[in-house]
């Protein structure tokens, strides 16, 4: 939770860095070297695929006391009859109450040559975002009046910007993602001034706020799915950290999946790619479904910092799901103490590790060597894994440990001492460095007749994924040469398809189930051999 300390001192630090920047703070205005102008680049750009205008700030009631996180984006994308969507969050940090609303919007006005956003939301009032003017209807430079109206409450804010914008890649354009392209800056520190109504109370606010803009091809970055961070620290420095995922779920060590962009003085500025970001912790939102990274360590040179989220419940499920939420920051820069503020916007989920063992043979007996290996199904390089092998001889019972903390997806395992028996059961548990992500497998295992040698058992693994829509897959063991059927039926009993039909060897096998001609429901997949039959029953939505 933000402290008292750190908020007396941005605030009281604010109005030494205006009187320090004031030869940037006029209109127009252009960086060197950048392709972003002011004011025209604050405006709208209808040749971008995708537009928004960004913002996040934190507060305090003169009235109340309380501590407030807030968020607000409008979005230019014209799909079907309207032209955007509006999504406004308050968050009452001294409460711990959250509150968002999303609601599609036409624009009234979108000046192109300076910022002038005009909207009335579906279900709303009339809100906007302008630039202010001067008694003689001059813009004034990097101030801006933002006004906002929700069923749960409304904002009235004005901004002051303290610093010069940070262009983020250096010049404001960067490529992002797997095919996605934007010109970005952000505005780093703006001293808020106005008032909020919540819960029936308006009271005046003040407090510290961010501004980012981006347009451009941005599609793709949001089917990619990334995580993003704006951080202001207490010496004056902010960052900017985006975090784009591929489709695989990869962090690929590249400046299109990786930028940081970071403001250290009103006269220097950097954006580099190879800083490291570890998630620490992670949480599920309330209904269980989805869950976000909730902690992060970041380290580049001489930056060490911890980012942790203040609500862990932040989600807004519409126009997608995703997590918005205000964030604190501990750590060194220099070797130095600092504390910060910012906010964190996580498109990236993540899932609980879905684990399947592929190989368990070798010597049975008293001082044999098993080899053990496994599969996980569902790798997600924002979530390393760690496993722990154990062992069950008294039918599931209880189980043992063998090894603990294991980074690699295979274990050579010296059995001896262990009293494998013919109804032993080996489990594998895999899960994150929290353990908030949790999954496992269970094999049975056993000597042969003549304890030369460990078996596996036949096995028919659950379907992955499930639910599916049009295609899953099915995965099945068999620990000897034999013949099989594997088949699948619906609800009634009745054949549905017939995935494989002969002899095989001993092995893992791996079937594609294509249900796109099939109706949603429930069908369950057979497999047979002799006189075993295993069934796993598989959910189809459409």
């Keep these: 939770m933000l402290t008292k300390f750190l908020y007396?001192?941005?605030?009281?630090?604010?109005?030494?860095?205006?009187?320090?920047?004031?030869?940037?703070?006029?209109?127009?205005?252009?960086?060197?070297?950048?392709?972003i102008y002011f004011p025209k680049d604050e405006g709208w750009h209808p040749n971008a695929l995708m537009e928004w205008w960004y913002t996040n700030a934190h507060a305090t009631g003169t009235i109340t006391g309380n501590k407030y996180s807030i968020m607000l984006s409008y979005f230019y994308y014209?799909?079907?009859?309207?032209?955007?969507?509006?999504?406004?969050?308050?968050?009452?940090?001294?409460?711990?109450?959250?509150?968002?609303?999303?609601?599609?919007?036409?624009?009234?006005?979108?000046?192109?040559?300076?910022?002038?956003?005009?909207?009335?939301?579906?279900?709303?009032?009339?809100?906007?975002?302008?630039t202010l003017q001067d008694s003689l209807g001059g813009l004034k430079p990097f101030e801006y009046k933002i006004s906002a109206v929700s069923q749960f409450g409304s904002i009235n804010m004005e901004y002051d910007a303290v610093k010069r914008p940070l262009m983020i890649a250096e010049t404001g354009f960067l490529y992002q993602g797997t095919s996605g392209f934007s010109y970005y800056y952000s505005q780093t520190m703006l001293k808020l001034m106005g008032t909020l109504t919540l819960d029936g109370i308006t009271e005046p606010i003040t407090g510290i706020a961010w501004i980012d803009h981006q347009y451009g091809n941005l599609r793709s970055t949001i089917q990619d799915k990334y995580e993003w961070f704006s951080i202001q620290l207490s010496n004056n420095m902010d960052i900017?950290?985006?975090?784009?995922?591929?489709?695989?779920?990869?962090?690929?060590?590249?400046?299109?999946?990786?930028?940081?962009?970071?403001?250290?003085?009103?006269?220097?500025?950097t954006t580099i790619s190879n800083y490291e970001l570890t998630r620490l912790k992670y949480s599920f939102m309330?209904?269980?479904?989805?869950?976000?990274?909730?902690?992060?360590?970041?380290?580049?040179?001489?930056?060490?910092?911890?980012?942790?989220?203040?609500?862990?419940y932040g989600e807004v499920l519409s126009p997608f799901r995703f997590f918005e939420g205000s964030t604190n920051i501990t750590g060194t820069v220099d070797g130095a103490p600092v504390t910060g503020i910012g906010f964190a916007e996580l498109l990236h989920r993540y899932e609980n590790p879905k684990?399947?063992?592929?190989?368990?043979?070798?010597?049975?007996?008293?001082?044999?060597?098993?080899?053990?290996?496994?599969?996980?199904?569902?790798?997600?390089?924002?979530?390393?894994?760690?496993?722990?092998?154990?062992?069950?001889?008294?039918?599931?019972?209880?189980?043992?440990?063998?090894?603990?903390?294991?980074?690699?997806t295979s274990f050579d395992w010296d059995s001896s001492?262990?009293?494998?028996?013919?109804?032993?059961?080996?489990?594998?548990?895999?899960?994150?460095?929290?353990?908030?992500?949790?999954?496992?497998?269970?094999?049975?295992?056993?000597?042969?007749?003549?304890?030369?040698?460990?078996?596996?058992?036949?096995?028919?693994?659950?379907?992955?994924?499930?639910p599916f829509n049009l295609s899953t897959f099915i995965k099945?063991?068999?620990?000897?040469?034999?013949?099989?059927?594997?088949?699948?039926?619906?609800?009634?009993?009745?054949?549905?398809?017939?995935?494989?039909?002969?002899?095989y060897e001993s092995g893992v096998y791996e079937s594609a189930f294509d249900a796109a001609d099939l109706s949603s429901g429930i069908y369950f997949c057979v497999l047979r051999t002799n006189n075993v039959v295993l069934k796993q029953k598989m959910v189809l939505t459409k």
């Design 417 to 466: 001492g262990y009293g494998i028996e013919s109804t032993s059961l080996l489990r594998v548990m895999g899960y994150s460095i929290d353990s908030t992500l949790k999954g496992n497998n269970i094999i049975a295992i056993g000597t042969d007749k003549k304890g030369a040698g460990i078996q596996s058992d036949f096995q028919l693994m659950q379907n992955y994924p499930n």
């Design 78 to 130: 014209p799909k079907f009859l309207f032209e955007g969507i509006r999504i406004f969050n308050i968050l009452n940090d001294t409460r711990n109450q959250f509150y968002t609303q999303t609601l599609l919007c036409d624009y009234s006005n979108l000046a192109l040559d300076h910022l002038n956003l005009k909207t009335i939301p579906s279900k709303s009032g009339e809100e906007g975002w302008i």
């Design 476 to 503: 099945f063991s068999l620990p000897k040469f034999g013949k099989i059927n594997l088949s699948v039926y619906n609800s009634l009993g009745e054949l549905v398809n017939v995935l494989a039909n002969g002899e």
């Design 286 to 312: 309330p209904d269980s479904v989805t869950c976000y990274a909730q902690q992060w360590h970041f380290v580049w040179d001489n930056i060490d910092l911890i980012i942790t989220t203040n609500q862990k």
């Design 8 to 35: 007396i001192f941005l605030l009281s630090n604010l109005s030494t860095i205006f009187i320090q920047a004031q030869d940037w703070k006029t209109y127009p205005y252009h960086q060197e070297g950048s392709d």
């Design 355 to 408: 684990i399947e063992f592929n190989k368990v043979a070798g010597n049975g007996t008293s001082n044999g060597s098993i080899n053990i290996a496994w599969t996980l199904l569902n790798p997600d390089e924002g979530r390393p894994i760690y496993y722990d092998l154990e062992l069950s001889t008294d039918n599931g019972i209880t189980f043992k440990p063998i090894v603990q903390g294991l980074t690699n």
């Design 240 to 269: 900017n950290i985006y975090y784009i995922f591929n489709t695989q779920n990869e962090l690929p060590n590249a400046s299109n999946h990786k930028t940081c962009g970071i403001y250290i003085s009103d006269s220097e500025d």
